[in-house]
């Protein structure tokens, strides 16, 4: 592949004024920051290092307080969230006085730029993840490419080994992966594919998934932008180009991921965006798309653009509902076990977090995180008491709470139009059925009643009626995703 991309990219990249910083600093300074840097990397591990803290740099120690910078706020964002304390922690064992660590982005100045991809310090995917029977190892340097595109910063945890499949993103996985598995020159079968779901649902699971594994093969490209990045990075990089060096560049993309677009703003950089959709779409390159509302609710874009955004594959991820929350689990402890194979989750604990921790998988994450530090910071073992105390925040406020009968009723009638009177009726028009079927499997589901009590609380029907719509809609919510959702957000209002 021809290096002009890189070129025109990177000439115009946003990079720091570093080596005036370097100048301040006195060398037991300097010696000071790399001890910090391996004690952080001895803690959070080779690739979480490699991702997030490889390219911060010190600028000034001061008093109580050290002063560090980054190249992208994605970067600063991302620690300050995820790695604040422990960027603390490991200065204060360094340098006792530490109370505060003052985190920026470097400013921006153009530098010209270096005339090579940079050796790679790559992120390896922890568990050597294959896709077609290629080593993603192999097809490095995946993110040196994908970072010379101006791409975001990859997590490698976040791989389609890594991500569970269940009822609620079957179809999203699968339009996912038949995407990161086409050669290049293929035709492209739904474009763009966009995939919308609420916070937590993995929704950058997946697009990050199919930037990993994408790159395989060394012409292919997959570039991943976060819409943050796009307006402040990728958008800018484009401005700078003439007409011909624009083209040459998207030239290089095979597939442009965007995560996030309900951020992108601004009306010069929604045209940008239409620009560089529409370039990407007419040569039969492939757009993948998240958000967390479908097209028609981005109510910043035109209306041209909203119907180009639903013509591909629009895909909703649900809630993940309790089994799916079980598996993911399941697969965390899996694999944080292979750092620190001490760490025993029993199965009923596992059970209670994914029964009662809510449905977003951050919280998942948060509390089995909890848990693996307890159990290493107190060497004690994990028991259902421990977790029902670390995660209590996490838990759905005073569960689990009585759900009375009436209150189904009329939760589910409210729901569905009717009157509660309608429910407890015998009329068996389908708009009455179909709520009452739900009602009845809820007052199963949600309280201790049994079904011959539950038939007479419904207009005095037969336990087998009562059994008959529990099945029923059993059945159908293991196939319908837009029921199965229903059903949650009916439960959640009921349990809060
Ligand atoms: P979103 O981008 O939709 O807000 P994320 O992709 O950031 O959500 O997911 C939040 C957390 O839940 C991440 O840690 C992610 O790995 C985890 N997660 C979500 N869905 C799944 C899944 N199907 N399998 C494994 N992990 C998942
Ligand atoms: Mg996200």
Same mark, same amino acid.
């Given at each position: ?10 000439s115009?990249?946003?990079?720091d004024?570093?080596?005036q910083?370097e &100048?301040?600093?006195t ?5 000071r920051?790399?001890?910090?840097k391996e004690?952080l990397?001895v ?5 979480i290092y490699?991702?997030w803290?490889?390219?911060m740099e010190l ?5 109580? &307080?050290?002063?560090l910078?980054?190249?992208t706020?994605?970067?600063?964002s ?11 922690g490991?200065?204060?064992?360094e340098r006792?006085?530490t109370?505060?660590?003052?985190l920026?982005?470097?400013s921006a100045?153009?530098r010209p ?17 294959k896709l077609n ?6 097809a490095?340097?995946i ?8 791409g975001?910063?990859?997590?490698p945890r976040?791989?389609?080994e890594s ?5 609620s993103n ?5 339009a ?5 598995r086409?050669?290049?020159?293929d035709?492209?079968?739904f474009n763009?594919?966009?995939i919308?779901?609420?916070v937590?649902l993995?929704?950058t699971h ?10 395989v093969?060394?012409?292919r490209?997959v570039? *991943?932008?976060t819409?943050e990045?796009f307006?402040?990075g990728?958008?800018?990089?484009l401005?700078?180009q003439t ?5 040459e ?9 965007i995560?996030?677009l309900q ?7 929604q ?15 492939q757009v ?6 479908p097209?028609?609710d981005?109510e ?5 653009m ?5 013509g591909?594959?629009v895909v909703?991820m649900?809630a ?6 079980l598996?993911?689990?399941?697969a ?18 596992l059970g ?5 921790? &809510?449905?977003?998988?951050?919280d998942?994450?948060g509390?089995?995180?909890r848990l693996?530090a ?9 028991t ?5 105390r670390?995660v209590?925040?996490?838990?759905r406020?005073q569960?689990?709470r009585?759900?009375k009968?009436?209150?189904?009723q009329r939760?589910v ?5 009717v009157s509660?009177?309608?429910l407890l ?11 009452r079927?739900?009602?009845? *499997?809820?007052?199963k ?7 011959p009590e ?8 037969d336990h087998? &009626? ?8 059993e ?10 959702e ?5 439960k959640?209002q009921?349990q809060e």
């Amino acid at each position: 592949m021809s290096l002009v991309p890189q070129t025109a990219f990177n000439s115009t990249a946003i990079v720091d004024t570093v080596d005036q910083h370097e &100048t301040k600093m006195t060398n037991t300074d300097q010696e000071r920051w790399l001890r910090v840097k391996e004690r952080l990397r001895v803690e959070v591990g080779e690739d979480i290092y490699f991702s997030w803290f490889a390219r911060m740099e010190l600028d000034a120690i001061e008093a109580d &307080t050290i002063k560090l910078s980054v190249p992208t706020r994605f970067l600063k964002s991302w620690i300050q969230s995820h790695y604040a304390e422990k960027l603390l922690g490991c200065w204060q064992s360094e340098r006792g006085e530490t109370t505060r660590i003052e985190l920026t982005v470097r400013s921006a100045a153009i530098r010209p730029l270096q005339p090579k991809l940079k050796p790679v310090e790559v992120p390896l995917p922890p568990r050597e993840p294959k896709l077609n029977g290629h080593d993603l190892r192999l097809a490095m340097p995946i993110s040196a490419a994908h970072e010379g595109l101006g791409g975001s910063p990859l997590d490698p945890r976040l791989t389609f080994e890594s991500f569970v499949v269940g009822r609620s993103n079957t179809l999203a996985h699968a339009a996912a992966l038949q995407v990161a598995r086409a050669r290049r020159g293929d035709a492209v079968m739904f474009n763009p594919l966009y995939i919308h779901a609420g916070v937590g649902l993995g929704k950058t699971h997946l697009l990050q998934a199919v930037a990993w594994a994408g790159n395989v093969g060394p012409d292919r490209k997959v570039l *991943y932008l976060t819409a943050e990045k796009f307006m402040y990075g990728f958008v800018a990089a484009l401005r700078a180009q003439t007409a011909i060096a624009f083209k040459e560049a998207l030239r290089a993309i095979d597939v442009l991921v965007i995560d996030d677009l309900q951020f992108l703003q601004g009306k010069s950089t929604q045209a940008e965006f239409c620009h560089t959709l529409n370039a990407l779409i007419d040569s039969g390159r492939q757009v993948v798309i998240a958000s967390d509302r479908p097209p028609a609710d981005l109510e910043s874009l035109d209306e041209r653009m909203r119907s180009r955004l639903a013509g591909g594959l629009v895909v909703e991820m649900g809630a993940l509902g309790e089994e799916l929350r079980l598996e993911i689990l399941k697969a965390r402890v899996a694999a944080a076990r292979l750092h620190h194979p001490g760490f025993d989750v029993p199965p009923g604990v596992l059970g209670f977090i994914a029964k009662s921790v &809510t449905h977003n998988g951050r919280d998942l994450e948060g509390a089995l995180n909890r848990l693996l530090a307890h159990s290493k910071l107190t060497g004690q073992p994990v028991t259902l008491e421990m977790a029902e105390r670390e995660v209590r925040d996490l838990i759905r406020p005073q569960e689990p709470r009585r759900v009375k009968i009436e209150e189904i009723q009329r939760v589910v009638a409210r729901q569905y139009n009717v009157s509660r009177a309608d429910l407890l009726s015998s009329r068996r028009t389908a708009n009455v059925v179909r709520p009452r079927q739900v009602a009845m *499997y809820l007052a199963k589901t949600l309280t201790l009643r049994s079904l011959p009590e539950i038939g007479r609380r419904f207009g005095g029907r037969d336990h087998t &009626t009562v059994l008959h719509a529990v099945r029923k809609i059993e059945n159908l919510v293991s196939s319908d995703v837009s029921l199965a959702e229903e059903i949650e957000l009916l439960k959640r209002q009921l349990q809060e």
